[in-house]
Nanobody
Framework: QVSLVESGGELVQAGGSLRLSCRVS????????MGWFRQAPGKEREFVAA????????LHGDSVKGRFTISKDTPRNTVYLQMNSLRPEDTAVYYC?????????????????WGQGTQVTVSS
């Protein structure tokens, strides 16, 4: 069993930056990958970024490439999402998730464990 707790969401002005954190607890295997997703009101959950727990390979969604960066600190069991040049359309609840096996993926159903989310609001 894996549990995830996100933090760092808040209200920020457009053009600003935030760093979200996801603390992971439980048994973590080498085949695990970590992802960030977001969901705005009335919209489907959208892939943001992903990385392997034991590899440096990353994947970022088209809407955030060049602005957001996923990283991790495995000794601290924490995954981060650095968000720069924030826009009002980045406003959403941001979720951390864990999946395993296969390729690094943006597909929501490949993720087995989810956090409760943290709200990010970007004002114009």
């Amino acid at each position: 069993q894996v549990s995830l707790v996100e933090s760092g969401g808040e209200l920020v002005q457009a053009g600003g930056s935030l760093r979200l954190s996801c603390r992971v607890s439980g048994r973590i295997f080498r085949t695990y990958f970590m992802g960030w997703f977001r969901q705005a009101p009335g919209k489907e959950r959208e892939f943001v970024a992903a990385t392997w727990w034991t590899d440096s390979l990353t994947l970022h969604g088209d809407s955030v490439k060049g602005r957001f960066t996923i990283s991790k600190d495995t000794p601290r069991n924490t995954v981060y999402l650095q968000m720069n040049s924030l826009r009002p359309e980045d406003t959403a609840v941001y979720y951390c998730a864990v999946g395993s096996g296969g390729r690094l993926t943006a597909v929501t159903r490949r993720y087995d464990y989810w956090g409760q989310g943290t709200q990010v609001t970007v004002s114009s």
